[in-house]
């Protein structure tokens, strides 16, 4: 099954998956975003997808407060 979006919450909740499972299937899905974006994406498609960017870190935040944070400082620079 291939997660997406809507699925994030979710996959952070999934105990029978390791941090490291959750970790490269939240990491895909925001990779897929950024990959979706184009030179005709609008700014408010681009801020959309830095919003739920922002989202995703800090549910890996939640299980790997390392990897969650050093993600939302590279945001932020």
Excluded: P
């Amino acid at each position: 099954m291939e997660y997406q979006l809507k699925d994030v919450e979710k996959i952070v909740e999934f105990s029978s998956w390791s941090d490291k499972k959750k970790l490269d299937e939240l990491l895909r899905i925001d990779c897929t975003q950024y990959t979706n974006l184009g030179t005709d994406s609008t700014k408010t498609e681009r801020e959309e997808v830095k919003k739920n960017s922002r989202k995703i870190y800090r549910l890996i935040k939640k299980f790997d407060h390392r990897v969650g944070t050093e993600l939302l400082m590279a945001m932020d620079k």
